[in-house]
């Protein structure tokens, strides 16, 4: 289609119904929300429904058909302004310009899932792909350990002292003393077995035996010799042992343990990176939570307590902080708050559903901050063709 490549992990693709699409109205984002709600709830006994499959990217969103053959529908990422779920009814949705059309319309898309997880799924990797969007716009604004990670190297031989060739050997090394040093204990060994070892390690016991049979065989030139101590296998196994070992501290060390952020993940590190907003830095984050819709939360762990967090909500207020507390059962509890819960996941889909103390519910929908209102690439097009047409037409006048 002439698009450009994208990276397998930063495309997703999973299988839901198309229900049907309205016209949302131009008005401010919270009466948006309800009236998006609104009209999904009465989508929810429509019958007519479609078998397609979602593609999601940084790029845009795709919808093939069941078969993944035809393309029916796609949105560029920057034209999409929301993406929002209920999950009571297992159902998707998010808002966008038609491609290619420069009203300023916007249309509400709804999808049917095959339950509520799936629909909860298919809002995170929206949300996530709007994220991931603002990283690649903004990276002035990323985390510090997420900016990059060290370039990582092979381990190589000439580093400790061994030759990976005979050019490469440019220190003298002697020969394996075949006799006992004065002082030295004796070898446990019989000799006709400290004789097959020093056979396997160096072929020839003599350094001057092995260079003449080397340049009488035409192995060695200008001077370079090999190593008696060290044989190719024993190459190869340290070789082998010091990859491995600086793959073990690549892991132990925090700065190299960290890697871009994806999206093809599982649905708990998934919720987990569009809650915490994963990349973005923590000023940047408050920011963005601040021109996002009501309800809308990001949750910052605590060092110091691992266990431990702290939930940032926008109300109508403002942004409000709540501390999540760890009890002595082990169970979770939101500040000024009673109910206990066995993880922090139950907690928040607790309060998406239930006010209970909260001055609002908690949404799952999330605002796009790199949305673009118009279409420029439309508008860029139809002003080359209409200067292509103007500049024939004054040809033709010149040429009559």
Request: net charge positive; aromatic share 8%.
């Amino acid at each position: 289609m002439g698009e450009a490549p994208v990276a397998e992990d930063y495309v997703v693709t999973r299988s839901a119904e198309y229900v049907g699409s309205f016209a949302v109205d131009d008005c401010c984002l919270e009466e948006q929300i309800e009236q998006l709600h609104g009209h999904m709830k009465l989508f929810k006994t429509h019958k007519k429904r479609r078998p397609v499959s979602l593609r999601f990217s940084i790029k845009g969103v795709k919808m093939y058909d069941e078969d993944e053959t035809t393309l029916l529908m796609a949105h560029a990422l920057r034209r999409v302004s929301l993406s929002t779920a209920r999950p009571a009814d297992a159902q998707f949705a998010f808002v966008s310009h038609n491609p290619g059309s420069l009203d300023a319309q916007l249309y509400c898309h709804v999808f049917q899932a095959r339950h509520c997880r799936a629909a909860q799924f298919l809002n995170l990797l929206l949300c996530r792909c709007f994220q991931l969007l603002y990283l690649e716009k903004h990276p002035d604004e990323a985390q510090i350990e997420f900016v990059g990670s060290a370039p990582r190297r092979n381990p190589s031989l000439l580093n400790h002292g061994f030759p990976l060739s005979v050019s490469a050997l440019v220190s003298f090394r002697r020969a394996p003393f075949q006799g006992l040093l004065l002082g030295t204990k004796k070898n446990p060994k019989p000799p006709e077995e400290l004789h097959n070892d020093q056979d396997e390690a160096c072929p020839t016991s003599s350094p001057s035996l092995f260079r003449k049979k080397a340049m009488r065989n035409k192995v060695l030139r200008s001077g370079a010799y090999r190593s008696f101590t060290f044989t190719p296998v024993k190459q190869r196994s340290v070789q082998e042992q010091l990859s491995v070992s600086q793959e073990k501290e690549q892991r132990k060390t925090p700065g190299r343990e960290s890697h871009a952020p994806t999206l093809a993940e599982t649905e708990e590190a998934l919720a987990q990176a569009v809650w915490t907003w994963t990349g973005i830095a923590t000023d940047s984050s408050y920011s963005l939570l601040a021109d996002d819709v009501l309800g809308s939360f990001l949750l910052c762990p605590i060092p110091k307590k691992p266990k431990c967090g702290s939930l940032i909500i926008h109300f109508p207020s403002g942004l409000v902080t709540h501390l999540i507390e760890n009890t002595r059962k082990g169970t979770f509890l939101l500040q000024k708050c009673k109910t206990e819960f066995s993880s922090i996941a139950e907690l928040i889909d607790h309060y998406t559903e239930t006010q209970d103390e909260l001055p609002c519910l908690l949404s799952c929908a999330r605002v796009n901050h790199c949305y673009e209102w118009e279409e420029t690439i439309s508008k860029q097009k139809a002003i080359k063709s209409f200067k292509q047409k103007a500049n024939k037409s004054t040809s033709r006048k010149d040429w009559v």
